[in-house]
């Protein structure tokens, strides 16, 4: 019954660099999702997977973020070139998809992004 | 655009103090609504949430919140907060049959002991 996992918890990078991130889902979670925290800030929608399915990007804000997930396990959050203002906290969350819209998401840690 | 608004960034209270912290959400129809909670050093975890039916909905830790449709609103109370409550609130709202929950910019509540 492990929840949600992700690493690093912590990532410091230099201005320009690229940075992966990683999110273990619950084991049977058909539905994954990225969200970026900025301090002070609500939840930011980055991407959601929903197993085979094209996964919905609508949110991710420029072409340097981009995510993969292979079936319905880890997935990989990749921020090209990292700029500041990428410094957040970025969180990922998993669920078991229900008709309506009305399941209920699981959190991660995080990762605390700090781009210098 | 759809939003969320929660009026209340900053709360201090003292035990035993009733709470209420204010959501708001543009649009009508149909909505799923929900509370997450962050207490200090955890995840975020539900709260509670509403679906349909009774619009007074009872979550964890005495926690419970009415759905008001006329209002749009989606307030969390609790009659008596502890030292332990003290978190990081998020109301977060799905409108019709979205996956994708919309949430607000999150609500601190510091309880005095």
């Known amino acids: 019954g492990a929840g949600v996992s992700q690493s690093p918890s912590n990532k410091v990078t230099e201005k320009g660099k690229d940075v992966e991130l990683r999110c273990d889902p619950i084991?049977?979670?058909?539905?994954l999702y990225w969200y970026r925290q900025r301090l002070g800030q609500g939840l930011e929608f980055l991407i959601y997977f929903q197993g085979n399915s094209a996964p919905d990007k609508s949110g991710l804000p420029s072409d340097r973020f981009s995510a993969e997930r292979t079936g319905e396990s880890v997935s990989t959050l990749t921020i090209q070139r990292t700029q500041q203002e990428d410094s957040a906290v970025y969180l990922c969350a998993s669920s078991f998809r229900t008709s309506g819209g009305t399941d209920t998401q699981y959190f991660g840690p995080g990762t605390r992004l700090t781009v210098l | 655009a759809q939003s969320v608004s929660q009026h209340n960034h900053h709360v201090i209270l003292s035990e035993a103090a009733s709470l209420e912290l204010g959501c708001n959400y543009s649009y009508g129809g149909t909505v799923n609504l929900f509370w997450y909670v962050q207490y200090p050093g955890q995840h975020l975890q539900l709260l509670l949430k509403?679906?349909?039916?009774?619009?007074l909905v009872k979550g964890i830790k005495g926690f419970e919140a009415e759905f008001i449709k006329s209002k749009f609103s989606f307030n969390l109370r609790k009659p008596s907060v502890q030292w332990s409550d003290t978190a990081e609130y998020f109301c977060?709202?799905?409108?019709?049959?979205?996956?994708?929950?919309?949430f607000g910019r999150g609500t601190s509540l510091i309880v005095h002991p």
């Open positions: 084991s049977g979670h058909t539905a």
């Open positions: 509403y679906f349909s039916g009774d619009p």
């Open positions: 977060a709202v799905k409108w019709g049959r979205s996956y994708i929950p919309t």
